[in-house]
């Protein structure tokens, strides 16, 4: 067990040269474009599912907020199937790297207060100063909201971050006391093969919350400034 622990989240090179843009694009394979008049079952699935997420998602917003659409479901669909694909063996999640998560939010965020402060200034800068409060709470309440609309995008790329790496290092933590306890104690490996199971179905179920809540937010911050 001399392997290191986060070995598994270093981005992965070919000679050289590293090929994270190719794992990123690898996703779009899962989702092809139908060509036919009659769809088989695994596309009309898809399509089922992204209609029914999205008509989740936009029913909150008004005409402006769902021309974002296909920016959303876009989102959720690479998110989504980036997180199962890195559940592979041998594989590289790129949603463990918070520069990319960072990549993410801070375009998707910054679209959303530009639109607010483009149409909605006045709503959008009634956001920093509650209705009603003391003169004297004035400037310390404007510099609260202020980071706190900073800490935003911070927030939802360390959220996304933080639960894939720690889905990840548990499998890995459990995986490895499995393998060692086989030659100690068979119950008791049988026993954590059981818990790395479950985990591992957990993680299946993690990485689709995460990328719907990553979506959801941006769609909560797109509905408060639209």
């Keep these: ?21 190719l794992i990123i694009m690898f996703p779009s394979i899962m989702f092809p474009s139908p060509n036919r008049l009659i769809n088989n079952r695994l596309v009309s699935l898809q399509q089922w599912l992204v209609q029914l997420t999205s008509k989740q998602m936009l029913t909150i917003h008004n005409h402006k907020g769902q021309t974002w659409a296909l920016m959303l479901m876009s989102l959720i669909l690479f998110i989504g199937s980036t997180n199962l694909l890195g559940l592979l063996p ?19 965020w910054a679209g959303t207060v530009i639109t607010g402060f483009r149409h909605k200034t ?38 996304l971050t933080a639960n894939i790496t720690a889905g990840h290092l548990l499998i890995h933590l459990i995986g490895g006391a499995t393998l060692a306890l086989m030659n100690i104690s068979t119950s008791v490996a049988l026993i954590t093969f059981i818990i790395l199971i479950l985990l591992t179905i957990l993680e299946f179920a993690v990485a689709l919350i995460q990328a719907y809540v990553f979506t959801l937010l941006v769609s909560l911050y797109l509905h408060d400034n639209t």
């Design 90 to 108: 041998h594989s590289f999640t790129p949603t463990t790297q918070l520069s990319m998560n960072l990549g993410m939010a801070i375009p998707l």
């Design 122 to 159: 006045k709503s959008s800068l009634a956001h920093f100063l509650p209705q009603g409060t003391p003169l004297p709470l004035i400037p310390m309440l404007v510099v609260i909201e202020t980071i706190s609309l900073f800490i935003q995008p911070m927030a939802l790329a360390v959220r």
């Design 1 to 21: 067990m001399n392997e290191n622990l986060f070995a598994s989240f270093t981005t992965p090179t070919m000679m050289g040269l590293p090929i994270v843009i």
